[in-house]
Each structure stands twice: as C-alpha cells, then as structure tokens.
C-alpha cells in the first residue's frame, strides 16, 4: 500500500494527473471513501491527465459520465445505487471495461466482489485540515511510482 496527502482540491487533480500518466489500460479506479473526500475531484485530475479536455461532473444520478479524448476514453460511474448484478451489467460497467478504457468508480464498496483483478483501489480519508485529504492505493502492480 502507498499512503499520501494533498492538502488542497487543486493538489489531489495533481496527484490524479500524475497517476493518470502511469495507467495502462483496461484498468478500473475504484474509489472508497464517505461523501466530499474527493472522488470526483481526483477524476477531474484523471481525465486531464489522460489529454481529456472537458468539463467532469459527478455522474450521481446518470450512473455513468463518458468521456473522450484522442487515446483513450474515461467513464466515471457511480456505484451508489447500483445494488444487484443486473444494476451492474446494465450500467455498462463490463463492456466499457472490456473495450479498453479507464473506468473511474465512484462508491466502489457496492460492487468490490466485481471488481476485476488489475483494479487500483484508493482509499480517502479526510486530512487535518477541512480539505486536505489522505490517500492510500492499494493493487495494480507499481503504485509506488504514481508520486513521481
């Protein structure tokens, strides 16, 4: 497991940017942590990083947001009310990930038994401050090397 900090919003885009340079993909981001840790700001730092230039919202009532840019597609789903496998499938979950995209997936704890095996977890836990934040990611091989 890596563990690091950001302190600010525009600190955990960095921290998504330079994580975003590393991926290959498929891969899947699985995002565990409360309401207001940060996800959809990470995603944000995600698809900059990927070369995406556009304007990344929380897909909490879509379930899914797709996003596209000249290599590779991002889609940024929310798992918060998917509560069955049929929940799953239906959203697109698999097929998006079997066309060789980065899936970012917000409240990854309902779907975790579906989670494929190259998927990096990352845990966030409110900072010291109001907005500083802890990250801890776990799995997909070189994490190690996403602070570089």
């Known amino acids: 497991m890596f563990i690091t900090k950001t302190s600010s919003v525009e600190e955990t885009e960095e921290l998504a ?3 975003a ?3 290959s993909t498929p891969v899947v981001i699985a995002f565990f942590g409360g309401l207001g840790m940060g996800k959809t700001a990470f995603t944000k730092g995600l698809a900059k990083g990927l070369g995406i230039d556009c304007e990344v919202t929380s897909p909490t009532f879509a379930i899914v947001h797709e996003y596209h840019g000249k290599k ?3 889609y940024h789903f929310d798992m918060y009310r998917v509560e069955t496998w049929d929940d799953l499938y239906s959203s697109g979950f698999f097929d998006y990930y079997r066309e060789g995209a980065v899936i970012s997936s917000e409240w990854s704890e309902n779907i975790e ?3 494929p095996e190259n998927t990096l977890r ?3 836990e409110r900072g010291e401050t109001e907005n500083g ?3 801890k990611f776990e799995g997909y091989g070189e994490y190690e090397n996403f602070v570089c």
């Open 72 to 74: 590779v597609s991002l």
């Open 17 to 19: 940017q330079r994580v």
């Open 122 to 124: 990352v845990y966030i």
């Open 133 to 135: 934040r802890i990250f």
């Open 113 to 115: 038994n579906a989670l």
């Open 21 to 23: 340079k590393k991926l």
